[in-house]
């Protein structure tokens, strides 16, 4: 914290030296922080040396990793991490890994680093890829899901949204999941926009109401370059988080915010007319968003709006004609 540059540049290479795991606390909240780019990758190095001595349980270790990975803000930042994952014989390790398959640009470590796991771990130990996640559509039918009908339908294992010109929209409206009000999970999908205009996304822990209406949490997805991987509360604060920010609300409501990663380097790894794979993760008072493997935003939220549950739903809002697909949706429930 030193104002003296040539002082914090000292610090952070003797942190990065440490011989010790006492000093992986500090080396994470470097990796966290918006320090420099040196000084980052110097903490990120350490704390990966630091976190393959062995010295921590296992799962003090895997929780170092979940900072580091929420920290990662480049492709040769995640392959550090998987270099030293892969040496963490355990099934959590396994899982964290394999949840890098969706990132193009680090699949082939992440592979080598799933195998690595697999060798060292006890025969029959091997998680399934899909033994925690639970499917929540069927792919043929709208059951446990509730919306207007004249806008929502299944077709070819999808969820389709759309707004056509003979029936469009006065209000938002949603198609909601009636499983339940999850608090802490993880949801996954795949969505495609077929359409050159659309606006849509995902309501978490939201508050259900008359009409298919609902308000919340909205980890968003549209055409428009900057929206998909911002979070929005519908019906609320408005914008909580762009993207490549975390965000954190205090008790009383007031915001503080840094950035981890660049919005526009985000959108190049968003497909606006493909099909892309959403990840949301509810934890405590936490929400983070990652669209193809890469980390959107994070907000930390102990605000009094704060909400620890509510519905899952699909978004349609108002404007021109629009069509969304919806398909392998699955949620995980975190204890």
């Not at 440490?18 to 903490?43: K, Q």
């Not at 630091?50 to 921590?56: F, P, Q, S, V």
């Not at 033994?131 to 999808?158: K, Q």
């Amino acid at each position: 914290d030193d104002e003296d540059e040539a002082v914090r540049d000292a610090a952070v290479r003797a942190l990065a030296d440490w011989p010790g795991v006492e000093a992986l606390d500090a080396l994470a909240g470097i990796v966290e922080s918006p320090s420099e780019p040196v000084h980052r990758t110097l903490a990120l190095r350490g704390a990966v040396r630091l976190l393959r001595t062995d010295e921590l349980p296992p799962q003090e270790t895997l929780a170092v990793y979940d900072r580091l990975i929420g920290a990662a803000e480049s492709a040769n930042d995640r392959r550090l991490i998987l270099s030293g994952l892969s040496d963490v014989a355990h099934p959590d390790a396994w899982r964290k890994v394999h949840a890098f398959l969706d990132d193009d640009e680090v699949q082939a470590e992440a592979a080598l680093a799933l195998e690595q796991i697999e060798e060292a771990l006890p025969p029959g130990s091997t998680p399934d890829a899909d033994d925690e996640f639970v499917a929540i559509f069927d792919g043929e039918t709208l059951d446990d899901w509730a919306g207007e009908p004249d806008h929502w339908r299944v077709e070819d294992g999808h969820i389709i949204g759309d707004v056509t010109e003979d029936n469009p929209l006065d209000v938002n409206t949603f198609l909601i999941w009636e499983g339940g009000e999850p608090a802490d999970f993880e949801l996954t999908f795949r969505y495609r926009i077929d359409s050159e205009w659309a606006n849509s996304g995902v309501q978490v822990r939201s508050e259900r109401f008359e009409n298919y209406r609902v308000r919340g949490y909205q980890p968003d997805i549209a055409t428009d370059d900057w929206i998909t991987g911002i979070l929005f509360e519908e019906l609320g604060r408005g914008i909580l988080a762009r993207r490549g920010q975390r965000v954190e609300f205090d008790e009383d409501g007031e915001r503080h915010e840094m950035r981890f990663a660049d919005e526009d380097d985000l959108g190049e790894h968003i497909h606006p007319h493909d099909w892309n794979h959403y990840h949301v993760i509810a934890e405590g008072n936490r929400i983070e968003t990652r669209i193809n493997g890469h980390r959107m935003h994070e907000i930390i939220d102990n605000s009094p709006d704060a909400r620890r549950e509510g519905v899952i739903a699909f978004q349609l809002h108002t404007g021109p004609p629009m069509t969304i697909r919806f398909t392998d949706i699955a949620i995980k429930e975190l204890p």
